[in-house]
């Protein structure tokens, strides 16, 4: 099993903010959990960056 450690990006009115997101599920995954935790629709996401992979 592979652990993705992601950095996403977010932006809306008031400014930005970056996260670190753990997924099991990828790239998809982080933007998944990031909009359904945030509540932000795919266009507030402007960057997302692996950062590193372990294997459990």
């Known amino acids: 099993m ?3 450690i992601y950095k996403v990006s977010l932006k809306d009115d008031k ?3 970056q ?3 753990v997924s099991l599920s990828g790239k998809k995954g982080a933007k ?3 909009m359904a935790s945030e509540k932000c629709p ?3 996401i402007t960057a997302i960056k692996k950062i590193k992979q372990k294997s459990v």
Do not use: C, D, Y
Request: aromatic share 0%.
């Open 42 to 44: 795919k266009s507030a």
């Open 15 to 17: 400014g930005s903010v």
């Open 2 to 4: 592979k652990i993705g």
């Open 19 to 21: 996260l670190n997101i």
């Open 32 to 34: 998944k959990q990031v």
